[in-house]
């Protein structure tokens, strides 16, 4: 159900001919007229207490008695928003949950980064474990160099988009990002370079345990 805010930073002023004036720029206030079944200072406590956001039935109901019509509300609260002093909004959606999948300074980083912009975040680092899907929208693969294809594997099994975030001979890499049933993924990428470098999947096996190694500025722009 849509829900309306009044901009906080406007305040809400009754004068003295019982109108009502939202902000106190001459060049941006905002008149409002009583709808029938209102006074001016009934409108004048309904728009402050819109400061947090309300529904239109809501207000109604905030209005008291003798409650104005939800036709009146509603075109009040067409007036505001053309205005531009009163926000619509949709009920907010679900956060987005990333699960951090390794153990290094990557990791670390990313994960705080993460959590900082409102993001769900969730850790993971055993090498063979299972990384947990459940209600994840991505997995960030961080600081391994070589992902285990056994955890590749339950995240196409699961078909959750997941992203490799490493460090190679002092570079940061990001991606590709693999959308499982969409886009190309890691195994794939592992399968080109074994045809340019038959010798691949020998170092790749050795490459499997070992983890981002970079100073510190590297790490902080491949985090970001």
Do not use: F
């Not at 391994?144 to 099994?157: E, M």
């Amino acid at each position: 159900m849509r829900r309306y805010a009044l901009n906080p930073a406007m305040p809400v002023l009754l004068r003295p001919d019982a109108t009502v004036q939202v902000g106190w720029d001459p060049r941006r206030a905002v008149l409002v007229h009583p709808p029938a079944g209102l006074t001016g200072p009934a409108l004048a406590r309904l728009l402050r207490s819109m400061h947090d956001p309300v529904t239109a039935g809501e207000l109604v109901t905030r209005a008291g008695h003798p409650e104005p019509s939800r036709e009146a509300i509603t075109a009040l609260l067409d007036g505001l928003v053309a205005a531009g002093v009163v926000t619509p909004s949709r009920p907010p959606l679900r956060s987005v949950s990333v699960r951090v999948h390794g153990r290094g300074p990557l990791s670390d980083l990313l994960s705080g980064s993460l959590r900082c912009s409102g993001t769900r975040v969730t850790r993971s680092s055993r090498r063979h474990a299972v990384v947990t899907t459940d209600h994840t929208d991505l997995v960030v693969l961080a600081d391994a160099l070589i992902t285990d294809p056994r955890v590749l594997r339950d995240l196409h099994t699961a078909r959750v988009p997941h992203l490799p975030v490493r460090v190679r001979d002092g570079t940061g890499l990001v991606g590709p990002l693999v959308i499982p049933g969409l886009t190309s993924c890691l195994a794939c990428a592992d399968l080109h370079r074994s045809e340019r470098d038959a010798a691949w999947p020998v170092l790749a096996a050795q490459l499997r345990h070992a983890v981002t190694t970079a100073d510190r500025a590297t790490v902080l722009g491949t985090a970001a």
